[in-house]
């Protein structure tokens, strides 16, 4: 794969900011980060709400595009306090994209499939943003102030649900092997609908795209539609657990917090224009999950 430019990853302490700076900072020390409270001469320090924009000419002159990644995700954080949030994912990425963009650095907006609805699925690129979380809202409204920055020329990256395969971690598969390898069940909603990615595979995209060229808004997801239920049943089935372990609910069985969009599934006939290599099997990584939690049981 050919090299990315040097880049700075904006918010690499996160679970995917973190390993797209590892993945980038082992490939070459042009590349750079930031996280809040910053790391020496590793991480510098920038805070989008409390750090000066202008901070950021540490980074030096070599710098040519930025990985956005830093944004207060989790829903319910954003929909208890919608103003502090709103700072954070909304002003302070415009203020941050305006400073990278007058210094010539071209800037890769991480968004979300949570601008829409989730109503019908199989959402592609130009198909109307319609968020029902203040979460949602804020990205769309990100998105928007990124490209009329940028007069069309940054690149918008929509996520579905990303997981890794490290033990531990939390992320959507380990969850569920974890939950199984102590013998208990999963409530699986039959109702939320997703693309899921292996973060590798994510990582991968990320420097294709760069790589290519590729401006504009971008869905990054798994080829396939899959709902948490049928997941958690392939899970169970390659775990080699009772299949009655998984039980279905829908997600309005889920009381606590905001209501979250059903089917957010979206279409990546765009993105496999430019990304042709197969995606990692979920099977592939609860295998390796599975190893791992058997092998300290």
Excluded at 70 to 91: F, K, L, M, Q, Y
Excluded at 146 to 165: D, E, M, N
Excluded at 258 to 271: D, E, G, I, Q, Y
Aim: proline fraction near 6%; hydrophobic fraction near 40%; include cysteine.
């Amino acid at each position: 794969m050919p090299a990315p430019p040097p880049t700075v990853i904006i918010g690499a302490k996160g679970f995917i900011g973190s390993a797209l700076w590892q993945a980038y900072h082992q490939r070459s020390p042009l590349h750079r980060g930031t996280t809040r409270t910053g790391d020496g001469d590793a991480l510098l320090a920038y805070d989008l709400v409390q750090t000066p924009p202008d901070h950021l000419d540490q980074l030096g002159d070599t710098v040519r595009e930025a990985v956005l990644m830093a944004a207060i995700s989790r829903v319910n954080v954003c929909e208890n306090d919608p103003e502090g949030s709103h700072r954070v994912n909304v002003t302070g990425i415009e203020r941050c994209v305006r400073w990278l963009w007058q210094r010539g650095i071209r800037p890769i907006f991480i968004s979300t499939d949570y601008v829409f609805d989730g109503r019908k699925g199989n959402y592609r690129e130009d198909d109307p943003t319609h968020p029902i979380t203040a979460y949602g809202r804020q990205k769309r409204a990100a998105e928007e102030a990124v490209l009329a920055i940028t007069g069309g020329a940054a690149t918008v990256l929509r996520l579905s649900k990303i997981y890794a395969a490290v033990a531990g971690d939390g992320s959507l598969l380990d969850e569920m092997v974890a939950t199984l390898a102590r013998g208990q069940s999963i409530r699986a909603a039959v109702d939320q609908i997703f693309c899921p990615l292996y973060i590798g595979d994510l990582i991968s995209v990320i420097q294709t795209l760069q790589t290519s060229g590729v401006t504009g808004i971008v869905h990054v997801c798994g080829d396939q539609p899959i709902s948490r239920h049928q997941l958690a049943q392939q899970v169970t089935a390659r775990f080699g657990a009772d299949p009655g372990l998984v039980e279905p609910i829908s997600l309005d069985d889920l009381q606590a917090g905001p209501v979250r969009p059903k089917n957010t599934s979206m279409c990546n006939t765009f993105l496999r224009r430019f990304y042709h290599a197969p995606f990692t099997p979920a099977t592939t990584i609860v295998d390796q999950l599975a190893a791992t939690y058997r092998a300290h049981s």
